[in-house]
């Protein structure tokens, strides 16, 4: 029988508040905002020094990561229906007949296509890896999951097993 252990970590600090819209051809909802909530489980083997990967590593490095998208406005830069433009420290956004302009300092232009949770969820998934990564703390860690909740009872997870090396 294979065995692993696991840990999450869910604590009241690792949020953000965005503002973001949907948009795709013909269909763009108004801009809004969220408190995101986001949630990090990691499985693997036990190590010798008894943790899967330390809690307090996980909550610094999540915390880093929602800590740059808060209080900004959420740009997908891969969107296949948005222009957007950076003019000094402005950017622009042009969806159809719409217009928006924000301070640059004011978005989180991101490498994603729509700016769902889902979405957010892989890119946080993305940049914890590297993180983790960057800090050769991988080697026993099987599976990264990450979840984004724009709400209480309604979130959304991105989850990829990890190649141990």
Not at 30 to 44: A, D, K, S
Request: contains cysteine.
């Amino acid at each position: 029988m294979k065995s692993q252990f696991s840990i999450h970590v869910a604590k009241e600090n690792l949020k953000f508040s965005a503002a973001h819209f949907i948009a795709y051809p013909g269909f763009r909802e108004p801009l809004h905002g969220h408190n995101y909530q986001v949630g990090v489980r990691v499985e693997g083997r036990l190590a010798a020094t008894g943790y899967v990967l330390d809690f307090g590593l996980i909550k610094r490095l999540t915390k880093e990561i929602a800590d740059r998208l808060d209080e900004r406005t959420i740009i997908p830069a891969l969107s296949d229906c948005l222009k957007i433009e950076r003019h000094g420290r402005q950017v622009h956004l042009r969806y159809e007949d719409d217009t928006f302009s924000i301070p640059a300092s004011d978005a989180a232009i991101l490498p994603i296509v729509h700016s769902s949770a889902e979405e957010l969820a892989r890119y946080i998934w993305n940049e914890l890896y590297k993180a983790l990564e960057d800090r050769a703390a991988l080697a026993d860690v099987i599976t990264l999951e990450v979840s984004v909740a724009e709400g209480p009872g309604q979130s959304a997870v991105y989850r990829s097993d990890i190649e141990l090396k």
